[in-house]
């Protein structure tokens, strides 16, 4: 039970960065891409 309520806890963010990462493996063009992007959408987000 604790570790669903980990899970359900567990912020977006880090399940999208081991989304990201197992697909940057597999396509590397794209994830370059989502990188860049990410990072002009940081300062905004910032902002």
Known sequence: MVRMTKLGEMEPQQIFRSRFQ?????????????????????????I
């Open 22 to 46: 197992s697909t940057s493996i597999r396509e590397s063009i794209i994830p370059t891409r989502c990188v860049v992007g990410a990072y002009e959408l940081s300062p905004l987000s910032a």
